[in-house]
């Protein structure tokens, strides 16, 4: 890990919806150490700022993807950027998910929105891991069909025995699928809960909301795993901004077990 960001070109841009780009990225020169699913680096868009973004996928190699929505100044020039331009990289940073623990289990992923990105890599190393894990599962919520993350590559996940199931806020013209909270899509797949692993990345309240119907259904919380969020500034739990109860989100999360987490979902996110 280095604290000094290193450069880093974007080898290839793809829009993933109005708003969001995935930015593929290689070393200039020194690469940073090698990221795990769950943990993030710290990405600064020369002459604007930095901000905290979760890995998105794991290339060959020292190359990395990181998904970007764009909601401020630093990620709306990040979206803006084209291949062959330059950034600076620190990191890895934070916790990532505990694929041991999930080990022998069927996996069950949930996220809303662009809480996808950060579990994307969970998803890849399970399906190329498939005498490892159990049963896949996947249960994805946006707000219109048109803001779901990474479609085509849905339907590589089906097609490699991954039960994906999809509902959104507000359907569009030709919409069939389901239209809800994402929680309304537990009752849409066979799982057993004395042999599953959630891990669960979205808005708070969604995660708030998911993980009391997984626990009404006889999950137990050590089998949950979220990931959490606040305001990421340092990255090395120094400013004290990503502050969560006794935890640095930074340093200490943004993966928690829910056993951890449960007292501090409790504070509202300002």
Same mark, same amino acid.
């Given at each position: 890990m280095t604290t000094v960001p290193l450069p880093y070109r974007v080898t290839a841009v793809s829009a993933e919806t109005a708003d969001c780009v995935s930015l593929e990225v290689a070393p200039v020169g020194r690469a &940073? #150490?090698?990221f795990s #699913?769950? *943990?993030f680096a710290m990405v600064y868009a020369f002459g604007v700022g930095e901000v905290p973004i979760s890995?998105?996928?794991i290339g060959a190699g020292p190359r990395l993807v990181h998904t970007v929505r764009a909601i401020g100044a630093v990620t709306g020039a990040l979206c803006r950027l084209r291949a062959g331009d330059t950034i600076g990289l620190r990191g890895p940073y934070g916790t990532g998910w505990d694929l041991e623990a999930a080990a022998g289990l069927d996996v069950l992923v949930v996220a809303g929105g662009i809480g996808l990105a950060p579990? *994307? #890599?969970v998803v890849r190393h399970v399906l190329d891991h498939p005498g490892r894990y159990g049963r896949l599962r996947a249960l994805l919520g946006a707000r219109t069909p048109a803001d779901l993350l990474y479609g085509e590559e849905l339907e590589h996940w089906r097609r490699a025995s991954a039960q994906v199931e999809v509902t959104v806020d507000r359907p569009g013209p030709g919409w069939r699928g389901s239209v809800g909270v994402v929680t309304t899509l537990l009752d849409r797949v066979d799982w057993r809960p004395d042999r599953t692993e959630a &891990?669960? /990345?979205g808005p708070e309240v969604m995660i708030r909301h998911t993980v009391r119907a997984l626990l009404a259904r006889g999950l137990p919380a050590r089998r949950v795993q979220v990931s959490l969020e606040r305001n990421m500034r /340092?990255?090395?739990g120094h400013c004290g901004h990503c502050q969560l109860g006794p935890l640095l989100l930074c340093r200490d999360g943004p $993966? $928690?077990?829910?056993d951890r987490a449960r007292p501090l979902l409790a504070v509202r996110e300002l």
């Open positions: &940073l #150490p090698e #699913p769950g *943990r890995v998105s996928a579990l *994307r #890599p &891990l669960i /990345c /340092c990255g090395t $993966v $928690v077990g829910y």
